[in-house]
């Protein structure tokens, strides 16, 4: 079950605190520094690959579920926005982000905001295979995971895309107040409850104080 991952998260010990420059994931240099493997159903596999002249995270899931995860101490007000590039090779057909037997996707990075043990949230912004672009819903495990699609269908499939969201924004039009300290950031590609099979590559990750020249559409909750 997925929202275990972010029980998991919470039980592990900080691997760092927040300092600048924040560049939890280190990808391009081929450092993994901090990043732990988590298995849940199956195993996604992760590894340092070669895209053109640039070193990226590859992940490959075959009817499969693990994440990979950091953990980490970031205030979200001095550092609201996240930042990262990824890639997809294929769409998952039998995506469905209301149903348990559809929740799946090709990419996705969760942003973990820990508070006390049952009330801990999180944030995932996902690359959806149906779900429309700027839309959010729960998590059909848990309604304190709720998920933001960012990207959506097969227009952009086999590029790359630059992503930049922020995420103390997002969470307070989510959940209505200001977000606590960031707990981890995690990445998963899955296909364990559709049954499929998926590729995907992630870029650098970086969390920064201040927005880029382009700034994220407003996540509007369609669904809870």
Partial sequence: MKCFLLIVILLLPAL?????????????TGDLTGWSDKKFKGKTSYSLAQDGDKTVLKAHSVKAASGLIKKMTVDAKKFPMLRWSWKIDNLITK????????????????????????????????????????STHPSPYTSNAMIVIVESGPEKVGQWVKEERNIFEDYRKIFGEDPPEIG???????????????????GDIYLLEKEGREKPAPATVISR
Avoid at 16 to 28: C, D, N, T, V, Y
Avoid at 102 to 127: E, H, K, N
Wanted: charged share 30%.
């Fill in 95 to 134: 995506e469905d982000i209301k149903k348990k037997e559809g929740d799946d996707f090709p990419a996705r990075i969760y942003v973990v905001f820990p508070r006390s043990f049952w009330r801990m949230r999180a944030i995932t912004y996902a690359w959806a295979s149906k779900a429309p672009k700027e």
């Fill in 16 to 28: 760092s605190s927040a300092a600048e420059p924040l560049h939890p994931g280190k990808f391009s």
């Fill in 184 to 202: 981890a950031i995690a990445l998963m590609t899955d296909t364990d409850d559709t049954q499929e099979e998926v590729t995907a590559y992630y």
